[in-house]
T-cell receptor
Framework: NAGVTQTPKFQVLKTGQSMTLQCAQDMNHNSMYWYRQDPGMGLRLIYYSASEGTTDKGEVPNGYNVSRLNKREFSLRLESAAPSQTSVYFC??????????????FGPGTRLTVT | AQSVTQLDSQVPVFEEAPVELRCNYSSSVSVYLFWYVQYPNQGLQLLLKYLSGSTLVKGINGFEAEFNKSQTSFHLRKPSVHISDTAEYFCAVKRNNNDMRFGAGTRLTVKP
């Protein structure tokens, strides 16, 4: 049981390049999330997916797209990377209903640098 | 809108001393409250949560937090810290939807 896994762990991009961050969970969770973490700002929600086939914008969606490929996988795409997207990206998942739905399980993060 | 304020960005403390990490939130509706811990180069782990019921919530690793509705606070406490508690701690607030808001974090450093 690996929990939430993310690839890659580190990435350096040049401005304008594109890339996809991958996330997978093996806990049979319905909901999945993408956050970015910046110093002094905590975590901010980029996009989330309440269930397979649905996605919604979070607090900071501009410059990103997401795909909920199936129940396990939720990818984040940067079409044209900008230095402002230099950050640590975390994927998380949770069940959809009941008190335990409020607990999110986090992956180890992807450290992205855009030069 | 809801927001979360962690009042201290850094808290240095000596081993075996007590510690309190402060968190205030603003929301006009009922919320659910959480504390997460992040060890270096890792993702976040849930320490404890308040959903309803008793306002004193106990979590893992000897931490506890008290929900104070009138003060809109959810401060985290531990009576005696260990070196291994050195980490960043995040307070988070969630309404009855998928919108979880995190505070900026408090870096706890425990010194020998």
């Amino acid at each position: 049981n690996a929990g939430v896994t993310q690839t890659p762990k580190f990435q350096v991009l040049k401005t304008g390049q594109s890339m996809t961050l991958q996330c997978a969970q093996d806990m049979n969770h319905n909901s999945m999330y993408w956050y970015r973490q910046d110093p002094g700002m905590g975590l901010r929600l980029i996009y989330y997916s309440a269930s397979e086939g649905t996605t919604d914008k979070g607090e900071v969606p501009n410059g990103y797209n997401v795909s909920r490929l199936n129940k396990r996988e939720f990818s984040l795409r940067l079409e044209s990377a900008a230095p402002s997207q230099t950050s640590v990206y975390f994927c998380a998942s949770s069940i959809s209903h009941g008190p335990s739905s409020y607990e999110q399980y986090f992956g180890p993060g992807t450290r992205l640098t855009v030069t | 809108a809801q927001s979360v304020t962690q009042l201290d960005s850094q808290v240095p403390v000596f081993e075996e001393a007590p510690v309190e990490l402060r968190c205030n939130y603003s929301s006009s509706v009922s919320v659910y409250l959480f504390w997460y811990v992040q060890y270096p180069n890792q993702g976040l782990q849930l320490l404890l949560k308040y959903l309803s019921g008793s306002t004193l919530v106990k979590g893992i690793n000897g931490f506890e937090a008290e929900f104070n509705k009138s003060q809109t606070s959810f401060h985290l406490r531990k009576p005696s810290v260990h070196i291994s508690d050195t980490a960043e701690y995040f307070c988070a607030v969630k309404r009855n939807n998928n919108d979880m808001r995190f505070g900026a974090g408090t870096r706890l450093t425990v010194k020998p």
